[in-house]
């Protein structure tokens, strides 16, 4: 493998009126970006152009092209979706807002199947306003799961960055199922993906993992929920006796509290917020990643930003951070391949 192999990237712009164009574009001027990577922007010509103006990058141009086979390892470039034209209502959901973006996944998708790009960026989308009889999903992550993954095979959501990796059992579900959902086999299922991915995505040797528990103070022997003693403790003694480092189950309160994640490599939460607070508290600029597929997906760990679209004023930091992340995992799996 080549150190100064350059991967190409397909980009999808996300949804139109919220801080995408920003921080793509924003992105692509770091010319240390450029030299690592060919990005393909799966995106709208005009809207583009607009942000450009708007946010007054009229040095920025992208070349536009009809596939990523065209793309030029030089310059950014742009594929057009969609040839009439889109009105742009800055910080506002809408519907062609939503269709834009879900046509934007399906052809990058589609192009990441064929080979024709390596890998796949995303920009926030409105999970509401996406919402199609095609696209079903609550988040990237089960999109991305269906798309490349199917009926059998599954994929862990992850927040990413410098000194903190966290996995989540469960991803969008309504807090009231989530202790009916959670059971030993999908608790063990997540572990080995997450011990899985350090060991190819992220290039760790014999990774340790800790594994938080689903009620307060890890369940107090049973006197404040059994979870613990009946699902999650047999899981990761499952683990261990297939020589998975994982140790728990931690009340999260405590765990975080007191600097313990420091300590292991990933920590695997039971739930969307219990792992997503004490990762957003700690990192602003952080990377969500879609483990356990045969195909790498990253994104910035933020939102739509409608409240400061179009005002020149989103960091683009993490869309950054996803660029380099996706890089990182193509080279660690060549290594370790």
């Given at each position: 493998?080549?150190?100064?192999?350059?991967?190409?990237?397909?980009?999808?712009h996300?949804?139109?009126?919220?801080?995408?164009?920003?921080?793509?574009?924003?992105?692509?001027?770091?010319?240390?970006?450029?030299?690592?990577?060919?990005?393909?922007?799966?995106?709208?010509?005009?809207v583009?152009?607009?942000?450009?103006?708007?946010?007054?990058?009229?040095?920025?141009?992208?070349q536009?092209?009809?596939?990523?086979?065209?793309?030029?390892?030089?310059?950014?470039?742009?594929?057009?979706?969609?040839?009439?034209?889109?009105?742009?209502?800055?910080?506002?959901?809408t519907?062609?807002?939503?269709?834009?973006?879900?046509?934007?996944?399906?052809?990058?998708?589609?192009?990441?199947?064929?080979?024709?790009?390596?890998?796949?960026?995303?920009?926030?989308i409105?999970?509401?306003?996406?919402?199609?009889?095609?696209?079903?999903?609550?988040?990237?992550?089960?999109?991305?799961?269906?798309?490349?993954?199917?009926?059998?095979?599954?994929?862990?959501?992850?927040?990413?960055?410098?000194?903190?990796?966290?996995?989540?059992?469960?991803?969008?579900?309504p807090?009231g199922?989530i202790?009916?959902?959670?059971?030993?086999?999908?608790?063990?299922?997540?572990?080995?993906?997450?011990?899985?991915?350090?060991?190819?995505?992220?290039?760790?040797?014999?990774?340790?993992?800790?594994?938080?528990?689903?009620?307060?103070?890890?369940?107090?022997?049973g006197?404040?929920?059994?979870?613990?003693?009946?699902?999650?403790?047999?899981?990761?003694?499952?683990?261990?006796?297939?020589?998975?480092?994982?140790?728990?189950?931690?009340?999260?309160?405590?765990?975080?509290?007191?600097?313990?994640?420091?300590?292991?490599?990933?920590?695997l939460?039971?739930?969307?917020?219990?792992?997503?607070?004490?990762?957003?508290?700690?990192?602003?600029?952080?990377?969500?990643?879609?483990?356990?597929?045969?195909?790498?997906?990253?994104?910035?760990?933020?939102?739509?930003?409608?409240?400061?679209?179009?005002?020149?004023?989103a960091?683009?930091?993490?869309?950054r951070?996803?660029?380099?992340?996706?890089?990182?995992?193509?080279?660690?799996?060549?290594?370790?391949?």
């Open positions: 493998m080549s150190e100064n192999k350059v991967y190409k990237l397909g980009i999808t996300g949804d139109l009126n919220g801080v995408g164009y920003e921080v793509i574009i924003k992105s692509l001027c770091d010319n240390k970006i450029m030299e690592l990577c060919t990005p393909v922007v799966y995106g709208l010509s005009k583009s152009s607009f942000y450009r103006k708007n946010l007054d990058m009229q040095d920025f141009t992208f536009f092209i009809k596939n990523a086979e065209q793309a030029n390892s030089k310059k950014p470039s742009l594929i057009n979706l969609y040839e009439e034209e889109v009105k742009v209502e800055v910080g506002t959901s519907k062609i807002a939503g269709q834009m973006a879900e046509r934007a996944l399906y052809a990058a998708g589609r192009d990441l199947k064929n080979k024709q790009i390596d890998a796949i960026v995303t920009a926030p409105n999970k509401e306003n996406i919402q199609s009889d095609k696209f079903v999903f609550p988040g990237h992550t089960e999109f991305f799961e269906h798309y490349f993954g199917g009926s059998e095979r599954k994929a862990l959501m992850m927040m990413v960055s410098d000194d903190l990796r966290v996995g989540f059992v469960t991803n969008h579900q807090f199922q202790a009916s959902i959670i059971n030993k086999h999908l608790v063990y299922q997540k572990i080995e993906i997450l011990n899985n991915t350090l060991l190819r995505d992220f290039g760790v040797a014999n990774p340790k993992i800790a594994v938080l528990s689903l009620n307060p103070h890890a369940g107090d022997n006197l404040v929920g059994n979870e613990e003693k009946e699902i999650i403790g047999p899981a990761i003694e499952l683990a261990f006796q297939n020589h998975i480092n994982a140790f728990g189950p931690f009340s999260a309160d405590g765990f975080f509290g007191s600097g313990t994640y420091k300590k292991f490599d990933a920590v939460a039971m739930y969307h917020d219990q792992g997503m607070l004490p990762f957003k508290l700690l990192h602003t600029e952080g990377v969500n990643f879609t483990a356990g597929l045969p195909v790498v997906h990253t994104a910035p760990g933020h939102g739509t930003a409608y409240d400061i679209a179009g005002q020149n004023q960091d683009a930091q993490a869309m951070n996803a660029i380099y992340l996706a890089i990182d995992i193509l080279r660690n799996r060549e290594r370790f391949q």
